[in-house]
């Protein structure tokens, strides 16, 4: 697989600590994925975000942008942040003015469009995003979720080539996540690699085409996800659990599993337990 962006053996302590938040990581995001980044609290994830865009800088070791070591000049580092977009987790930290049209428009002013182009982008975001109904609303009047999608838009409004989510589904409920992580295969769908940081094994499971696993600053496994869950013992002892529709699946009769690709989506575990009724 072909690697967009890429961390060489980097190295990263935040200072006033003792231990390093990356210990020679070695990790490639593939172009054009759905790729999940999982591991426990302190495991690096966001640490590798804020490197990603030039905020952190290796103590040891390199980032690499299309196979090109990034560069830390002011104008470079602007370029980079408007091909590489995050969404943080807490949208707080992301929304700084009033309302969504606002908040959506800033980006592309501070990049130096002209006010025409600035607002028709805007407003087709809006559209896309299902937010032109809450354009001029005050952003602290909006939900949760609502404020997680005008935090995207935001970023998706000046066309990044990759997108980064931390923790992008944190305290939403069911309803906002699911329209949330179809939004996401929609913005997927128009050719933009996407990679999430996620607590989540049952999201990182149904949605993610390649995972990494992080621990202690360290990629420590990858693959797809059916080659990752088959290690099952090697999973939980990072402290993450198996998806609940992989336990659920093994839990059946092996006359049932056999020679079957485990589902990963309710809809896949719906349609093989109907096959095998039939059968």
């Not at 690699?193 to 607590?199: D, G, Q, R, S």
Request: glycine share 6%; net charge negative; hydrophobic share 40%.
């Amino acid at each position: 697989m072909k690697s967009i962006l890429e961390a060489r053996d980097v190295h990263y302590r935040y200072p006033g600590t003792d231990t390093e938040a990356l210990q020679g990581l070695k990790m490639s995001i593939p172009k054009h994925k759905k790729t999940a980044i999982c591991g426990h609290n302190g495991s690096g994830k966001s640490t590798f975000f804020l490197q990603a865009i030039g905020i952190h800088r290796p103590v040891v070791g390199e980032m690499r942008w299309h196979d090109t070591p990034l560069s830390y000049r002011p104008e470079a580092l602007k370029k980079l942040r408007q091909q590489i977009g995050l969404v943080f987790q807490d949208p707080e930290q992301q929304l700084i003015l009033s309302t969504p049209f606002e908040d959506i428009s800033y980006g592309l002013r501070n990049a130096g469009m002209a006010e025409q182009e600035i607002a028709l982008r805007t407003r087709r975001m809006l559209t896309a995003m299902g937010l032109e109904h809450l354009a001029d609303k005050p952003i602290h009047h909006l939900s949760l979720g609502q404020k997680k999608r005008v935090a995207l838009a935001g970023v998706l409004v000046l066309e990044p080539e990759l997108l980064m989510l931390d923790e992008p589904t944190a305290y939403l409920d069911r309803l906002s996540e699911q329209q949330l992580v179809e939004e996401l295969d929609r913005i997927h769908e128009n050719g933009i690699t996407i990679v999430m940081a996620t607590h989540d094994m049952n999201l990182a499971y149904s949605w993610a085409d390649w995972i990494l696993v992080m621990d202690h600053g360290q990629c420590v496994m990858q693959g797809t996800p059916h080659e990752l869950f088959q290690h099952e013992e090697r999973i939980q002892s990072l402290s993450l659990e198996l998806p609940l529709l992989l336990e659920l699946w093994q839990a059946l009769p092996e006359s049932i599993r056999k020679d079957v690709t485990p589902p990963r989506t309710i809809e896949e575990f719906k349609l093989l337990m109907a096959v095998s009724s039939q059968g």
